[in-house]
């Protein structure tokens, strides 16, 4: 039974296509597994996203954790890292976002949180899969079943935001546009930026589960919008948010999208500035990172794709700063592990209050290196073993070899970094180069390597 919907349970949460793949009842057995692994005990705080289906879920999810003897406080509609926040400020054992992220507005999911922020990882999410399949749930008595409570949202949303103006405020009047997606970035980001003192223009301002402005992934919309508003209003910073907000793709003063990784270093400079500390970045982030940090004495640590990876490993780290190629920023250096991007888009405003030039002259100082990316399939039962068989090979003949996320083969001037999908039949492969010219030799050699050992494998 549920074979079909196995697909769901991901590594970092539960995702799918809502009264497809989540249906009430499918929702309320995930809570009532969720709730059987924490042994029916403490409180969980919920929050949720901007869907249609988001209420729905929240309503299914807390009949099951409550049944077995669990306390749900509904936060209501926030962006993720103001519910993140919340669990980690308050007395929680745990936490849950109802959000599917930036995926297209039919998708929904269920993402679990410790009761420090961070994100559920790997054995954790397979624990709860495991339960809700053997179906051993720990049910409470009809008498003892949790209680149900509704906190005041916008006074979450005020402590929220004035804990951020603690730490990050622009020394003057910055003009920044917000692109807030249509989605739950509306109900914190404009009120943090007028508050810290912006003069703030907001667009697809109106929450709508629908996504009518644009698509709620701003890393693949081209912002025409936002790039244009920018130019056109004389703009310091522009903003878009993806649709739960732990997204946020930077726009310059010249309308030009920001590479993240880009962004992240001029944060990790300014900071490493107040603190020395380790910076955290995925394994697929630009070399400039390195080469950039390095002059100031900076300690890049790298780690698995996936932002619940970059939380954990900056924690193990105790770092002061992180980065995900898709747009998560990290902020250790302020007390908490998960990721807030619009805290982090603030940061990116008193970086610019304080100095006398533009965001687009801070980001031509930094390199632009040519990248490629490709998917090549290879059916599941073999793409492990072809990544094995490419690492064993390098390793033989002395390349340098990263194996942090599948295979990562370092060059003086270059690298490549091949590692199976989690979610498809394909392997993935990210060539970064100083040169045009070495990117495509490496890519047509690695390419066809790939090709062959499936083959082989095969």
Same mark, same amino acid.
């Given at each position: ?36 692994? &924490? ?11 901007? !869907?249609?289906?988001?209420?729905? #879920? ?34 929680? $054992? ?9 995926? =297209? ?9 410790? *009761? ?23 049910? +409470? ?7 149900? *409570? ?19 405020? =622009?020394?003057? $009047?910055?003009?920044?546009? &917000? ?32 996504? =009518? ?18 130019? !056109? ?29 880009? +962004? ?9 500035? !107040? ?8 394994? *697929? ?7 950039? &940090? ?25 770092? #002061? ?5 898709? +747009?998560?920023?990290?902020? =250790? ?17 008193? #970086? ?56 990562? #083969? ?33 890519? $047509? ?14």
């Amino acid at each position: 039974m549920y074979k079909e919907i196995e697909h769901i349970f991901r590594a970092y949460d539960i995702r799918g296509v809502y009264n497809q793949d989540l249906t009430p009842e499918i929702v309320a057995r995930i809570g009532t597994a969720f709730g059987t692994l &924490l042994n029916g005990e403490g409180t969980i705080a919920i929050g949720k996203d901007v !869907r249609t289906s988001s209420t729905a #879920i929240e309503n299914a999810l807390t009949a099951g954790i409550t049944s077995t003897g669990i306390n749900v406080e509904l936060l209501g509609t926030l962006p993720i890292q103001v519910t993140n926040w919340t669990t980690w400020q308050g007395n929680y $054992k745990a936490g849950i976002v109802i959000t599917a992220s930036h995926n =297209p507005p039919e998708y929904n999911g269920v993402r679990f949180r410790h *009761s420090d922020g961070t994100g559920y990882i790997d054995k954790e999410n397979e624990k709860i899969k495991e339960i809700f399949y053997k179906g051993n749930f720990k049910l +409470a008595k009809w008498n003892k079943i949790g209680k149900i *409570s509704q906190k005041d949202t916008e006074e979450i949303i005020q402590r929220y935001v004035d804990f951020a103006l603690k730490h990050v405020k =622009p020394e003057k $009047k910055m003009k920044v546009v &917000l692109d807030l997606g249509n989605g739950a970035a509306t109900y914190a980001a404009p009120k943090l930026f007028k508050e810290a003192g912006c003069e703030v223009i907001t667009i697809n301002e109106k929450p709508d589960g629908t996504f =009518p402005g644009r698509t709620p992934d701003p890393l693949e919309d081209p912002l025409e919008k936002l790039r244009e508003t920018v130019v !056109r209003r004389k703009a310091d910073l522009g903003v878009a948010f993806d649709g739960d907000g732990d997204r946020a793709i930077m726009v310059d003063d010249l309308g030009r999208k920001v590479q993240t990784e880009k +962004a992240g270093i001029i944060m990790a400079k300014y900071l490493l500035q !107040r603190k020395k500390g380790k910076i955290v970045a995925n394994i *697929s982030c630009s070399m400039a990172i390195e080469e950039e &940090l390095s002059k100031i004495s900076g300690e890049v640590v790298r780690c698995r794709v996936g932002d619940v990876f970059v939380a954990r490993t900056a924690k193990e780290s105790n770092a #002061i700063f992180g980065v995900e190629i898709s +747009a998560h920023y990290f902020l =250790p250096i302020f007390g908490f592990y998960f990721d807030d991007a619009i805290l982090a888009s603030l940061l990116m405003t008193e #970086i610019l209050s304080k100095i006398d030039k533009k965001l687009s002259q801070l980001l031509d100082e930094i390199p632009t290196y040519p990248i490629k990316r490709t998917n090549i399939p290879c059916p599941d039962k073999i793409k492990f073993k072809v990544i094995e068989q490419l690492k064993e090979e390098h390793i033989e003949k002395g390349y340098k070899v990263d194996t942090t996320d599948g295979v990562k #083969i370092l060059f003086d001037d270059a690298w490549i970094l091949i590692r199976p999908s989690n979610t498809e039949p394909k392997i993935r492969m990210t060539i970064e180069a100083h040169t045009t010219g070495k990117l495509n030799e490496l890519f $047509k050699k690695y390419k066809e390597k790939i090709a062959k050992l499936i083959q082989q494998v095969t």
